[in-house]
């Protein structure tokens, strides 16, 4: 049976109790701005009860403080992190689409509908006087110019995927980091855990770790208890086990050798992923999500095609565009745009080209210099990177032909008038020329309205989630408020117990006896 001293005992389980109330509310109300940082409250139970050889059995020995726990949804957890990964994708999908849009935008701006218009203009009065040597002049300025806005594009865009494989190389540094972090915390906790304590707050540190990977790709979770308070903590990153435990994986960067492009037009040394174990990491699958997703999709894809040079029978080459839904992404990025400006500058060159070759130089001779090459080499392929006019003619006028038939002297003016009626002439797509850049501008345009509508989107859905998130792990004023004051009457009644049961302990050992 208890002896007499046992309410002291009772009190102080009290206040013990209460201690770590106004402790576990202290320590939230000081995190409430700390992020990832889930709300704990104490567990407690009425401590096991003594059998007395009495009528009423037993009698209760207190409060036992039982655990300290964490206030967090595995439901919520799961669902942010998904909708986080489609924030990851579409977020940077947007950033860079809006830059390749403002590179096309110059085909809207003055300067070029100027220089394009004026191209036309001039060729319209040479169709009059071919021979006249200021319009002649103005005619290989502005198709000079013209050239020159799609070198610049092309270098834009190209430099563009220069920079998405930076973040590439970038993101893969993170993402490993926060592999690593994860491995070690699992190793903190289990170590703590595993003695009887709970780690809290390193749960917390390693949670908002799992949320910052889950931008980057399509985050899952599997924690298995193991025994001993030890658990097997498994992070999975778009499938492929990413930290198992206490180990790790890590993504490396590969360049790709030349031979190796899976564009014509792509950038040197673009990397591809593998795993640090030799296997594979595919970005393209469509089912993925997240950042590393969006970044290859913008660096590589090019609508389920790519960019091929081709060799004919005579060694010439050229470029074509071949289906292959295996080679790369399907979304229209980067080569998707470089390609269709190739595609357009190819025909340009070949409609100018094979109107110039027909025609005679001022002394009757045959035009032997081609009038739009590349301009490293006039016997390379054209593509929106190189093309210009070529430098003999630039250099020497007497070289750009006057007309189809030279001895019929300005009366012969079919040549120049074939080149004006390029204007309207379908040559791409069922369309002329502007009407195809138009298409393009358009293209970008819708894609990058549907990514800022999908961001849009995923982005309230993200916030509506860690809204409902918070409204179970996060720490609110005045429900720390209230409880700070509950357990505050409990330790000031559990003291009084004390000194209630310290008057009568005195009562009883100083004034009763003998």
């Known amino acids: 049976m208890p002896n007499t001293f046992f309410g002291l005992t009772i009190g102080a389980s009290g206040i013990f109790a209460s201690n770590a109330g106004v402790n576990t509310t202290a320590h939230n109300i000081s995190n409430i701005n700390t992020k990832g940082y889930t709300r704990q409250s104490i567990v407690q139970q009425a401590s096991y009860a003594i059998r007395v050889y009495k009528p009423y059995g037993a009698v209760g020995t207190g409060v036992a403080l039982k655990d300290i726990e964490q206030s967090r949804s595995e439901y919520y957890d799961e669902r942010y992190r998904k909708s986080n990964a489609h924030c990851g994708q579409y977020e940077t999908l947007e950033s860079y689409s809006k830059l390749v849009q403002t590179y096309l935008d110059e085909f809207n701006t003055d300067g070029f509908i100027t220089e394009y218009n004026n191209l036309f203009s001039t060729l319209n009065s040479l169709k009059s006087d071919p021979s006249s040597e200021v319009k002649r002049q103005q005619f290989v300025t502005y198709m000079s110019s013209l050239c020159q806005y799609f070198n610049t594009l092309s270098a834009n865009l190209q430099k563009t995927q220069n920079d998405v494989n930076e973040e590439i190389k970038s993101s893969v540094s993170t993402i490993n980091t926060l592999a690593e972090q994860i491995a070690s915390l699992n190793k903190q906790i289990n170590t703590i855990e595993a003695s009887g304590g709970t780690a809290n707050d390193l749960r917390d540190s390693r949670n908002l770790l799992v949320d910052k990977l889950s931008y980057y790709a399509d985050v899952s979770v599997d924690e298995r208890d193991i025994g001993n308070g030890v658990t097997d903590y498994t992070v999975f990153f778009n499938g492929y086990q990413i930290v198992e435990g206490y180990s790790y994986n890590t993504l490396n960067c590969v360049a790709r050798e030349t031979d190796q492009k899976r564009n014509a037009s792509d950038a040197e040394g673009l990397y591809d992923l593998k795993w640090n174990n030799g296997n594979p990491y595919n970005p393209y699958e469509e089912t993925d999500k997240g950042c590393i997703k969006a970044l290859f999709d913008m660096r590589d894809g090019c609508n389920d095609s790519y960019e091929k040079v081709v060799t004919d029978a005579a060694g010439n080459k050229s470029l074509e565009i071949q289906a292959d839904s295996f080679r790369n992404s399907s979304y229209k990025g980067i080569p998707y745009y470089q390609s269709q400006f190739n595609q357009f500058v190819t025909v340009l060159a070949k409609e100018f080209n094979d109107i110039m070759a027909k025609g005679q130089l001022k002394d009757g001779s045959a035009a032997t210099d081609t009038f739009l090459v590349s301009k490293y080499n006039v016997k390379d392929y054209v593509t929106a990177a190189n093309i210009s006019v070529n430098v003999n003619i630039v250099n020497d006028l007497s070289r750009l032909p006057y007309s189809y038939d030279v001895d019929r002297g300005n009366e012969n003016s079919d040549l120049y008038k074939d080149l004006y009626a390029l204007k309207e002439k379908n040559t791409i797509k069922s369309g002329n020329f502007w009407d195809a850049l138009s298409s393009l501008v358009s293209e970008v345009s819708v894609d990058t309205k549907r990514t800022e509508s999908f961001t849009k989107n995923y982005s309230n859905v993200l916030s509506a989630i860690d809204t409902q998130r918070n409204s179970v792990s996060g720490v609110d004023?005045?429900?720390?408020?209230?409880?700070?004051?509950?357990?505050?009457?409990?330790?000031?009644?559990?003291?009084?117990?004390?000194?209630?049961?310290?008057?009568?302990?005195?009562?009883?050992?100083?004034?009763?006896?003998l």
């Open 477 to 513: 004023e005045d429900e720390e408020g209230v409880e700070l004051v509950k357990y505050q009457h409990a330790y000031e009644l559990s003291s009084k117990v004390i000194s209630v049961m310290n008057q009568i302990y005195n009562k009883l050992i100083e004034e009763t006896g």
